[in-house]
């Protein structure tokens, strides 16, 4: 996780004090020779569960260090509500930051999610070995949206999912023609109002075409606000 986390924008952004990133070891927190933080499951079955002291004392220490903000403990598991850039939008902007705890094997013991995380939160309907990956995707995700971390401010803002959920519409660069295939005409006019409108037709139709789901929505949200006019 380092070697990204310090690499490109998160890392100008961790040099220039916008983002610190810190890791707690539950193992930090175990009691025997072994360091064990984690037990086969009650009522059998196969692969192991992460034992709820270790993982609890290791979410309560950071609590303390932080105090007195309070940041919101997060769980990545399959059973959390689904990260997305609204949650994303939500997460940036809170005081305290972000606990983001990472489960492994089968699983963490029930009482944790239930008594000492604040949510779950899942990054998509698959299965990965651990919550890090997950983490990484947050801690991008939240990231780019704090002020200062883009070099463009409004970059984050005009990309997909953002402010409404319509996908970006095509981006091209030199040289004008490649392959046979030549950048659209309208991107080289100089009419910005234009240009405009044809990157908002394109990202209707994109989104029409690739993502009817969140196609409705933005509809739904077009229609309303008409409405409501």
């Not at 983002?19 to 196969?46: E, K, L, N």
């Not at 997909?160 to 659209?184: D, K």
């Not at 139709?205 to 006019?229: S, V, Y």
Request: charged share 25%; glycine share 12%.
């Amino acid at each position: 996780m380092s070697g990204y986390l310090g690499g490109s924008m998160l890392g100008r952004a961790a040099d220039r004090g916008i983002v610190t990133v810190s890791f707690t070891d539950p193992r930090d927190f175990t009691r025997d020779v072994h360091r064990t933080v984690d037990d086969g499951p009650f009522g059998g079955g196969a692969g192991m569960v992460m034992q709820p002291e270790p993982l609890a004392a290791a979410i309560e220490s950071v609590r303390e260090r932080r105090a007195p903000a309070r940041p919101r403990v997060v769980l990545l598991g399959p059973a959390g509500r689904v990260f997305d850039q609204r949650v994303a939008a939500e997460y940036a902007a809170l005081e305290g930051g972000l606990c983001l705890v990472c489960g492994r094997y089968e699983g963490v013991d029930e009482r944790v999610a239930a008594h000492v995380v604040d949510e779950e939160l899942s990054i998509g309907d698959y299965v990965l070995t651990g919550g890090e990956l997950g983490a990484l995707v947050v801690i991008d995700a939240v990231s780019r949206l704090l002020p200062g971390v883009l070099g463009n401010a409004t970059g984050a803002h005009e990309e997909s999912f953002t402010g409404t959920p319509l996908l970006e519409h095509p981006q091209y660069t030199r040289p004008r023609e490649w392959r046979g295939h030549a950048v659209p005409e309208v991107l080289l006019s100089g009419n910005h109002a234009a240009i405009d409108r044809w990157r908002q037709e394109q990202r209707e139709l994109r989104t029409r075409a690739r993502r009817p789901d969140l196609f409705a929505r933005w509809a739904r949200a077009r229609d309303e606000e008409d409405g409501a006019g």
